[in-house]
């Protein structure tokens, strides 16, 4: 009815989710290290979040918003 109409289909979303904490512990290559999130890679973590979806459809750029010193 919709492509009768003139319509077509551009984009589809699909919804994914894992449970994490049921993948299995493995080695890293031996030029990464695992480390836990601390306060002082918000910047750097937001700036990698927003180059890697900046060409990504509806994705706008995240402002940082802690009162981190930017």
């Not at 551009?10 to 994914?16: G, Y």
């Not at 299995?24 to 979040?49: G, I, K, N």
């Amino acid at each position: 009815m919709l492509a009768q109409a003139g319509y077509r289909r551009v984009r589809t979303f699909v919804e994914m989710r894992a449970d994490l904490r049921a993948l299995p512990s493995s080695p890293l290559p031996d030029d990464l290290v695992r480390t836990p999130f601390e306060d002082r890679y918000d910047a750097l973590t937001l700036d990698a979040r927003n180059a890697t979806f900046a060409g990504h459809w509806g994705s706008m750029e995240e402002p940082w918003s802690r009162g981190g010193t930017r």
